[in-house]
């Protein structure tokens, strides 16, 4: 079955960026579905930060659209998020998820998540 | 954005309870909406897609209701392994948003 892993550095300056990658196990990046990014800050709820196909196409959220890049290695079977000019309001537990399609294309949610990485943006 | 509200934030129940929760969209979601169980320190898991379909290997005992902006999670037999917190999230257009949960407590 599919599985999810994140990995990344868990401490990032202010103003600096955040990078974290995401890797596919148990099945291709390039099957029907959408790889997401998601957070959630300490005690808070849960943010959509975008989406990613495997043929490159992207959907970010548009509160953080200027500062998001995600991207996707189909050669490593894994996609990647950046984050530029981050502040301490960024300090959160990342996850990647992946997002399962049905019927006319319809997106059914996150069906598979990985553990999450606790990344703190601090000098 | 379209918002995702919630109601109650929170609620006690005994096991056995029937419990349900209300999501309302801001504007009309159709039937994009869907529904995930967090347990403390865990991550999210599906438990409703497309307002009522249940996912595979969640118990029957779960089930989703609703369509355009009023949605519904009932828990038909509160479990002990079902307190947690609840969200709805809407994935009809960009972006996708979540509600802000509804946690589950022990009465």
């Known amino acids: 079955q599919v599985q999810l892993q994140e990995s990344g550095p868990g401490l990032v300056k202010p103003s600096g960026t955040l990078s974290l990658t995401c890797a596919v196990s148990g099945g291709s990046i390039s099957s029907n579905k959408w790889w997401n990014w998601v957070r959630q800050s300490p005690g808070k709820g849960l943010e959509w930060i975008g989406e990613i196909y495997h043929n490159g196409n992207s959907n970010y959220n548009p509160s953080l659209k200027s500062r998001v890049t995600i991207s996707v290695d189909k050669s490593k079977n894994q996609f990647s998020l950046n984050l530029s000019s981050v502040t301490a309001a960024d300090t959160a537990v990342y996850f990647c998820a992946s997002g399962f399609l049905y019927y006319d294309s319809s997106r059914g949610g996150f069906d598979i998540w990985g553990q999450g990485t606790m990344v703190t943006v601090s000098s | 954005d379209i918002q995702m509200t919630q109601s109650p934030s929170s609620l006690s129940a005994s096991v056995g309870d029937r419990v349900t929760i209300t999501c309302r969209a801001s504007q009309s979601v159709s039937r994009h909406l869907n529904w995930y169980q967090q347990r403390p320190g865990k991550t999210p898991k599906l438990l409703i897609y497309?307002?009522?379909s249940l996912h595979g290997g969640v118990p029957s005992r779960f089930s989703g209701s609703g369509s355009g902006t009023d949605f519904t999670l009932t828990i038909s037999s509160l479990q002990p392994e079902d307190f947690a917190t609840y969200y709805c999230q809407h994935s009809a257009t960009t972006p996708q948003t979540f509600g802000q949960g509804t946690r589950v407590e022990i009465k």
């Open positions: 497309g307002a009522s």
